[in-house]
T-cell receptor
Framework: KQEVTQIPAALSVPEGENLVLNCSFTDSAIYNLQWFRQDPGKGLTSLLL?????REQTSGRLNASLDKSSGRSTLYIAASQPGDSATYLC?????????????FGKGTKLSVKP | AAGVIQSPRHLIKEKRETATLKCYPI?????VYWYQQGPGQDPQFLISFYEKMQSDKGSIPDRFSAQQFSDYHSELNMSSLELGDSALYFC????????????FGQGTRLTVV
């Protein structure tokens, strides 16, 4: 059964710092991996989608990498800002379920201090 | 750009009552998924539909049912509500092709009292 783990569970950094969030998954047979942002009590905002055949995706200050063979993904946030404070979730879409049956990690709660 | 619309945004029900949550996918998205996120938990997949047919089923209780209609909107029906059903319920939609991005709605916060 696929399991997704995110480390650390919480992270606090000063504004302007570059940071890395980690995501690992136990079964490398995945279609894709998606990173989301969730503000408290709010919905999930899709940040980046990486297909299983891709190594990385970039969007603005965000860069996500995928190493399928080792079951790892990282989300790199450059020049962090207080507005980046949120919980970041990674989710995999694996061969065990249909498309859209995403398996989520428990998230990393990021706090960027001014 | 149009997003996934969920209604209502907030719902308060008493135990043993029934609730209906609605989801309107992004135009041209014919695949819809439902997720449940309990307090402090990660989202858990409940059920999905493709072209009005159930395509996959997750940890959805027997007290819950869902369907997708001809206009592709979906409804999640929840009966005999329990306190433990209090959660944020998300709907997501995507294009039918494999490996496409799932877009989530803002969720319906259900509180059972």
């Amino acid at each position: 059964k696929q399991e997704v783990t995110q480390i650390p569970a919480a992270l606090s950094v000063p504004e302007g710092e570059n940071l890395v969030l980690n995501c690992s998954f136990t079964d490398s047979a995945i279609y894709n991996l998606q990173w989301f942002r969730q503000d408290p009590g709010k919905g999930l905002t899709s940040l980046l989608l990486i297909q299983s055949s891709q190594r990385e995706q970039t969007s603005g200050r965000l860069n996500a990498s995928l190493d399928k063979s080792s079951g790892r993904s990282t989300l790199y946030i450059a020049a962090s800002q207080p507005g980046d404070s949120a919980t970041y979730l990674c989710a995999v879409n694996d061969y065990g379920g249909s498309q859209g049956n995403l398996i989520f990690g428990k998230g990393t709660k990021l706090s960027v201090k001014p | 750009a149009a997003g996934v619309i969920q209604s209502p945004r907030h719902l308060i029900k008493e135990k043993r009552e029934t609730a209906t949550l609605k989801c309107y996918p992004i135009p041209r998205h014919d695949t819809v998924y439902w997720y449940q996120q309990g307090p402090g938990q990660d989202p858990q997949f409940l059920i999905s539909f493709y072209e009005k047919m159930q395509s996959d089923k997750g940890s959805i209780p027997d007290r819950f049912s869902a369907q997708q209609f001809s206009d592709y909107h979906s409804e999640l029906n929840m009966s005999s509500l329990e306190l433990g059903d209090s959660a944020l319920y998300f709907c997501a939609s995507s294009l039918p092709e494999m490996n496409t991005e799932a877009f989530f709605g803002q969720g319906t916060r259900l509180t059972v009292v």
